[in-house]
């Protein structure tokens, strides 16, 4: 399963580059946009790895028409001067860089032999597409902007559902959460700051490389590239790294900081106007066993409060809980990043969650449950089992944040199709010959255009 995994990220990430030079021809324009035969063949090679190699006759054609959907949707884009700003592409950028490095065990090397480039000459090829996914991304979600539905309107798609397609919900949980990240002792902090300053005297005493002593002790992703952070306009770092940056002369090292990450040592590589180029060195404290102890029983002392009824759990995550995490601001309940709502299936949950409540009543509260971030570190939390539904078939009572939510998904699927179909007739389309025996895609072969010759 990872290497499909693996295998499909590389495809749709960087295949095109060398897919182009072979395959390459225009089989369609959209307005100003050209779709490449390329981009279908990758589209195609994508759909067949997820499916284990059996895709239906009619995937090429159901493709195609999903390519030129989203050329009509980045042509109005571009038209009615949709704006993306360079931070979210960076942002992407660096998640798909990442995320493909993460494949290949963080090995350059590697990365740099497969594509045959530098990570940040592959960035730049992955630039451009990146920025139009956004663009595509924001004309769709203008289209759809404000799509309500009522509550007769829920009813009616319900009652269109037959008897027999009626989904089978799982049992669900809504939990609610406590996090207390556990703080670094004194003398840690200490031992830190002074290895830092020892370093930052041998880049500007000593004139040792930057980048090299990055790479030997940073504990940031960034270390493998030297600590280079790329270009970057104001709001994207943390208040205490932004203020120091942009302090910073041309080549200048900024004293050690401290921030939530750590402590820090930055130097800035250069300026384009409201953004600045830095590189940094981060270097996390060790958290101490005592460290953690000292966490643990603090935990417990916040359970006992709750308990006793001393303290009512909304009131005690405003009181203890890290204000970093996202249920701080939902009253301590945990939010379903696939669904986005609050509701569980219980094996969707984290294992140590899902292990803590199996047990549970309604309203308990664990013991403090240890886990660390992917920045290593250390947390507990206390769960607290606010509701549990049992196994059953799906009826408005118990689910009607859930066929509201597909309400409004089908009306705006709707309301995206009557666009398409009205733009159609509106823009400029020329479509490839090879394409004609596609029922799927007569609506775009207008009478009035010309088919683009083979």
Known sequence: MRYLIFTVLLTLSMAASAQKQILDKMVATVGGEITLLSEVEEQYAYTKAQRNGTVPPEARCMLVEQVLVN?????????????????????????????????????????????????????????????????????????MTDVTVTPSEVKDFFRR???????????????????????????????????LEDIRKRIVEGKEDFAELAKKYSDDGSARGGGDLGFAKRGKYVTEFE????????????????????????????????SIHVRHILIRPEITDEDVSLGKRHMDTVRTLLLKDSLSFSRAVKKFSDKNVQSFNNDGRMVNPTSG????????????????????????????????????DYFFRLVKLMSRTTPHKANLAQDYAKIQKAAIESKRNEIVNKWVEERIRKTFILIDRTYQGCPNLEPWMKENMAAIKP
């Open 341 to 376: 709502n609050t509701f569980f299936e219980v094996g969707d949950l984290d294992p140590d969650i899902y292990f803590a409540i199996d047990t549970m009543k309604v309203n308990s509260v664990s013991k403090p449950i240890e886990f660390r971030d992917d920045a290593g």
């Open 71 to 143: 050329k009509l949707l980045l042509n109005q884009a571009k038209l009615d001067s949709i704006e993306v700003k360079d931070e979210e592409v960076e942002s992407q950028l660096d998640a798909r860089i990442t995320r493909i490095l993460s494949y290949m065990n963080d090995d350059l090397k590697q990365f740099e032999e497969y594509y045959g480039q530098t990570v940040n000459e592959v960035r730049e090829q992955f630039r451009e597409d990146l920025r139009n996914n956004l663009l595509i991304e924001r004309m769709r979600n203008k289209i």
């Open 161 to 195: 559902i037959p008897k027999d397609s009626l989904p089978y919900f799982s049992s669900e949980v809504e939990v609610g959460e406590i996090v207390h990240k556990v703080p670094v002792n004194a003398e840690q902090k200490r031992v830190t700051m002074a290895k």
């Open 243 to 274: 203020a120091a940056a942009y302090k910073l002369e041309e080549m200048e090292v900024s004293p050690v900081i401290e921030t939530q990450f750590g402590f820090h040592i930055i130097q800035m590589l250069g300026r384009r106007g409201n």
